[in-house]
């Protein structure tokens, strides 16, 4: 059953949706969807109840920190985002079909131009298994769609994403609609009423008791999305460093954290 939402009158299909249009609606706390991914049309989509993953609220089991700080899968950001939206299309035995499409690809792309949209990648060697992208604006970081082909592979990318924007002064992650998966992981639903005061908080810096929609002029000081990168290399050189050290009879004791370790540290607060 789908979940109770109110759908706006379909657009007429535009080759992209305008990129200023698409990030205010974001800021009124409404998204395009299709019926099907060859549907030319898309519609405008307002949830009843909003599913939100609080950034410090991330359900992670022992078993699964272990797998991310082994590094067993290779996670990057913003390296394939055309890749991640097409793996996102595809259909599968549990989706048979999605509602990216033609349209919604070639907006996104347009935005994650713009630095508005923005992917987590999950690899094993060099195949994409999994990942997720979505659009920031703001503090605010809205989940459009998640994808996983190997194991594990999208608890992964949300764990990371989780810890990008936690590093990245991001204060709000929109999951759009609840799924037992996202709820498995800490995700929580409420009004949409409830929801857009705290939109209003992350997108303009400020609270709004009816949760009247403004337009993007204004906008709050940005989560940055990058911030983690830099902290990401240097956890990386400091592991190939450790490495060296350890095969040259050297302590490693001292020595930087990998990425997965580093990633454990900024979800668990553990120094």
Same mark, same amino acid.
């Given at each position: 059953?789908?979940?109770?939402?109110?759908? &706006?009158?379909?657009?007429?299909?535009?080759?992209?949706?305008?990129?200023?249009?698409?990030? #205010?609606?974001?800021?009124?706390?409404?998204?395009?969807?299709a019926?099907?991914?060859?549907?030319?049309?898309?519609?405008?989509?307002?949830?009843?109840?909003?599913?939100?993953?609080?950034l410090?609220?991330? =359900?992670?089991?022992?078993?699964m920190?272990?797998?991310?700080?082994? %590094? &067993?899968?290779? +996670?990057?950001?913003?390296?394939?985002?055309?890749?991640?939206?097409?793996?996102?299309?595809?259909?599968?035995? %549990? *989706?048979?079909?999605?509602?990216?499409?033609? +349209?919604? =690809?070639?907006?996104? *792309?347009?935005?994650?131009?713009?630095? =508005?949209? =923005?992917?987590?990648?999950?690899?094993?060697?060099?195949?994409?298994?999994?990942?997720?992208?979505?659009?920031?604006?703001?503090?605010?970081?809205?989940?459009?769609?998640?994808v996983?082909?190997?194991?594990?592979?999208?608890?992964?990318?949300?764990? &990371?994403?989780?810890?990008?924007?936690?590093?990245?002064?991001?204060?709000?992650?929109?999951?759009?609609f609840?799924? %037992?998966?996202?709820?498995?992981?800490?995700?929580?639903?409420?009004?949409?009423?409830?929801?857009?005061?705290?939109?209003?908080?992350?997108?303009?810096?400020?609270?709004?008791?009816?949760?009247?929609?403004?337009?993007?002029?204004?906008?709050?000081a940005?989560?940055?999305?990058?911030?983690?990168?830099?902290a990401?290399? #240097?956890?990386?050189?400091?592991?190939g460093?450790?490495?060296?050290?350890?095969?040259?009879?050297?302590?490693?004791?001292?020595?930087?954290?990998?990425?997965?370790?580093?990633?454990?540290?900024?979800?668990?607060?553990?120094?």
């Amino acid at each position: 059953m789908l979940p109770e939402m109110t759908q &706006h009158p379909p657009l007429s299909p535009p080759e992209t949706i305008p990129p200023a249009l698409l990030l #205010s609606a974001y800021a009124q706390g409404i998204f395009p969807m299709a019926d099907d991914e060859d549907d030319a049309a898309v519609y405008w989509v307002e949830p009843k109840m909003r599913a939100i993953l609080p950034l410090d609220a991330l =359900h992670l089991s022992r078993k699964m920190r272990r797998k991310i700080a082994s %590094d &067993h899968f290779s +996670v990057t950001s913003n390296r394939a985002f055309g890749a991640i939206m097409d793996l996102c299309a595809e259909s599968a035995t %549990d *989706r048979p079909t999605t509602w990216i499409n033609p +349209v919604i =690809h070639a907006s996104y *792309r347009v935005l994650h131009a713009m630095g =508005h949209a =923005h992917s987590v990648e999950v690899w094993q060697g060099d195949t994409l298994v999994g990942g997720l992208y979505g659009v920031s604006l703001g503090r605010a970081f809205f989940g459009e769609s998640m994808v996983s082909r190997a194991n594990n592979a999208s608890k992964v990318a949300l764990a &990371h994403l989780v810890a990008r924007l936690r590093f990245g002064g991001f204060t709000l992650l929109d999951c759009q609609f609840m799924t %037992d998966h996202l709820q498995s992981m800490g995700a929580i639903e409420m009004p949409q009423s409830a929801y857009l005061n705290l939109l209003q908080s992350a997108v303009f810096g400020e609270e709004s008791a009816s949760g009247a929609a403004v337009g993007t002029a204004g906008v709050a000081a940005s989560g940055d999305w990058g911030a983690l990168d830099a902290a990401l290399a #240097s956890a990386a050189a400091g592991a190939g460093a450790a490495a060296r050290a350890a095969g040259a009879g050297a302590s490693p004791l001292g020595t930087g954290r990998s990425p997965g370790q580093l990633i454990v540290q900024l979800l668990t607060n553990t120094s």
